[in-house]
């Protein structure tokens, strides 16, 4: 396709660029509609999406408390000072009045919202420990879950047990926060525990309760756990709450089922629960990570005449599924288009579009955009520099991206194993074996992890080069560390035997494959079809591929 393609015109064919920038979108035909205007907003980054304090405190989604002159102070001296003994030194100056009670606790709240975990710890452990205020269960609450977000479940257990020590009531909010911390750091079991005991307390399973559990699970990466808890949520008679159906909203898209997103959307309109901006946006990014635009687009129409103004986490979301979809150009319509209605592009939508630009093989783009975020004052990450890195690694450009990684080190960024193993497979790939090694070398003489990851790039590559000999060695050395093969790793290695026809060798690894308690996905269905060298061996792989998608233990017999 060339770029002409990409410019959304009106129903007269006239250019983006020709057409008034205020109060026009793209609808899913491609083409410019007016938007009501009176309903932007001209805030830095759109509109205005921040959460308060929702477990105990009363504030409302969006609505926070006015911070008086001294909770102000307060405040911006918490952002600049991290030792906790001159911070306690400074509150100790507080006068115990109800006043500065309040504003310590606003603050607390502004901090949370900013994500200031270790700050949060120092105000709360100072009321508890040295002050003359005698905490509450909002306190309580705020240490429990600053602990939970740094995944240091033990103290956020200990400060349970500290609230039922200073006899503090616990309520609702307590146990939610404590299951989440919990799931957070993969203690389930523990968090059953907790849930049970707040049952046994006679409080009632609320959905604030059951979002937190649901939350705790999905940042911990149980996605199936989390299902079945909304399921229990269901059969417990517990109504869905907005935040409830926005969550699942994101598990699903998070676990490529769009679908499944879409179904859960439908049933949450049917339920009169009126979806917010976040709603939407988890809608549009469950199509994105499938890289289906069209459904991505209708999402985005959809919000927009709900009445609800796109901010930068929406467009983003709309960019990404462009990116995803290989349509560079769409992606930077879209940037464009959220410059003209007044949202600023945040870091993530540069980095989305260096990427997108990437990913169709347009690496100067991609370096025109990244120097572009520069100039505008917003500074590189590790992520912004690996979609660059991954633009040129793409095309073969090995003086390129190693330039990228000496820049990386000047910015004082600390290279990591996922940086690493990008120039391992860049070096395997292109047949560069030796540099291949003295990298790996610097990961194992280095404080960097050899993951799984290095591993099956290393098994890849060496097998699709035909060293036998050595994929073997990597594969062995991987048991040895305790790491266990996935399906990548097992498929890997069936592919280099698939490369030579050894069709009973890539049998008995197979048979080892199962075994080991992992299944066979497309990829290994493909190796072992390419291993076939007859209409019986093929017809042999077909049937007990089809029995494994039928979840039957079958394994094939080596004869």
């Known amino acids: 396709m060339n770029e002409s393609e990409w410019k959304s015109n009106d129903s007269s064919g006239v250019a983006l660029k020709k057409f008034k920038k205020d109060s026009v979108y793209i609808d899913k035909t491609g083409n410019l509609r007016n938007f009501n205007h009176k309903k932007l907003s001209r805030k830095k980054c759109g509109s205005l999406r921040g959460r308060g304090w929702k477990f105990g405190s009363g504030f409302v989604d969006g609505i926070f408390p006015v911070l008086s002159p001294t909770a102000l102070q307060i405040l911006e001296y918490l952002q600049k000072e991290v030792d906790s003994e001159r911070i306690w030194g400074s509150l100790d100056k507080l006068p115990p009045s109800l006043d500065a009670w309040d504003d310590v606790l606003t603050v607390s709240v502004q901090l949370r919202m900013r994500k200031k975990w270790d700050s949060i710890i120092s105000i709360c452990k100072w009321i508890l420990l040295r002050s003359s205020f005698k905490p509450d269960v909002i306190c309580y609450n705020l240490l429990i879950d600053a602990f939970g977000q740094k995944f240091l479940y033990k103290e956020a257990e200990s400060t349970y047990l500290q609230l039922h020590e200073a006899r503090c009531i616990p309520n609702e909010d307590t146990y939610a926060l404590l299951i989440k911390a919990y ?13 049970a005991e707040m049952r046994n307390y006679g409080l009632p399973s609320s959905a604030v309760v059951y979002n937190a559990y649901i939350n705790g699970l999905m940042k911990g990466g149980n996605f199936d756990k989390a299902e079945e808890i909304f399921k229990r949520m269901k059969r417990d008679g517990c109504k869905l709450s ?26 949450m309109l049917s339920q009169k629960c009126k979806p917010n901006i976040c709603t939407y946006t988890a809608l549009v990014n469950a199509f994105a990570r499938e890289g289906l635009c069209e459904k991505a687009e209708e999402i985005f129409e959809q919000m927009q005449e709900a009445g609800l103004e796109p901010d930068v986490y929406a467009y983003n979301a709309l960019m990404e599924a462009y990116s995803r979809a290989g349509f560079p150009y769409g992606a930077a319509e879209i940037f464009s288009l959220m410059q003209h209605m007044g949202c600023e592009p945040d870091r993530a939508s540069y980095n989305i579009l260096v990427d997108a630009y ?54 004082g960024l600390k290279l990591d194993t996922f940086v690493l193993n990008s120039m391992l497979n860049l070096y395997g790939r292109l047949g560069q074996f030796g540099k291949m090694e003295e990298v790996l070398t610097v990961m194992e003489k280095g404080s960097y992890v050899v993951d799984i990851s290095t591993f099956n790039i ?20 991987l048991l040895t560390k305790g ?24 049998l008995e690894i197979f048979e080892e494959m199962i075994d080991a308690g992992c299944y066979p996905d497309g990829g290994t269905a493909k190796v072992l079809l390419a291993a076939c060298s007859n209409e019986d061996q093929i017809e042999q792989v077909t049937s007990v591929i089809r029995t494994m998608h039928k979840d039957m233990k079958t394994v094939l017999p080596v004869a």
């Open 183 to 195: 799931c957070m750091s993969g203690k389930l079991q523990s968090a059953e525990a907790v849930f």
């Open 242 to 267: 907005l935040e409830s159906y926005t969550m699942l909203i994101n598990l699903y898209g998070k676990a490529g089922k769009s679908y499944m997103a879409l179904k859960v959307f439908d049933e």
């Open 358 to 411: 990437g990913k169709a093989g347009f690496q100067d783009d991609a370096e025109a955009v990244f120097e572009n975020m520069k100039r505008v004052g917003i500074t590189p990450t590790m992520k912004s520099h690996m979609v660059l890195l991954s633009a040129y690694s793409k095309m073969g450009n090995v003086t390129k991206c190693e330039d990228i990684l000496n820049q990386m080190c000047k910015s």
């Open 458 to 477: 290393l098994i890849h590559r060496y097998g699709q080069a035909g060293f036998i000999e050595k994929m073997e060695e990597q594969f062995q050395l």
């Open 483 to 506: 790491l266990k093969p996935d399906v990548v790793t097992w498929t890997s290695r069936i592919g280099a035997y698939s490369k030579k026809k050894l069709y009973l060798k890539c």
